[in-house]
């Protein structure tokens, strides 16, 4: 891992700057073009895992082996409503005391954002949106809880982050447990941030079930932030686990 981070390193510095086309700069990314995702890697040496992790995210989720992951235990409350821009993402910043308790460890919530289309694939399916919960465990590690969302109903909290975007102050409190679905199985492995410097820190949960959302809020974010998705990558030598029975 060590000689393939200083290989791309070398790597980027053997060429010139002045000869590149488009001189990256440091911290800008984008989900296409010249510093699209097969490029994040170019960007800054701290991209380096982007292009030769061997543990990254997304990825397609088939082939899950059962096991018993124990109980998800998710310890949500009621937030403000109070969406952001983040140039690359619709988000929410959650207050403290939220929690996600799963394998013996809690993690802390620290926002939520979304994706659309998802960046998981489900059996090789791809749902419109994804939304990603983002935890702080212990030791730099993230917990992110995945749930996709299809086609239906619509979504009341969803509904909440839309409207508040733009909105002067934040809105009424938005109950976050209204994005889970009713069931609780869901994949478990390890792998990375979808986003540079696509570090592998991260515990990935992701829900079985979808939840839905309206043909118009999808539409709201393909407004907002079309196709924020970054490619499946190889699953190499990890396992994809469920909770079965
Ligand atoms: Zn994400």
Known sequence: MRFHIILAAALTLAVPVSAQEHPPHAGTWTYGGATGPERWSDLEPA???CAVGQQESPIDLTGAIAADLGVLDIDWSPMPAAARDTGHAIQLDAPEGSTMAVGGQTYRLLQFHVHQPAEHLLDGQRFP??????HAGPDGVLGVLGVFAGVGASSAPLQAVIDSLGAPTAGPALDP???L???????????????PPCS???????????????????EAFERLHPGNTRPVQPLYRRFLLRSGH
Do not use: C, K, M
């Open 47 to 49: 991209n380096a895992a």
């Open 129 to 134: 949106l994804e939304i990603h919960f983002v």
């Open 177 to 179: 447990n209204g994005f």
């Open 181 to 195: 679905p009713a069931g609780r199985d869901f994949l478990r492995y390890e792998g990375s941030l979808t986003t």
């Open 200 to 218: 592998e820190t991260v515990d990935w949960v992701v829900l079985s079930d979808p939840i839905t959302v309206s043909q118009d809020q999808i």
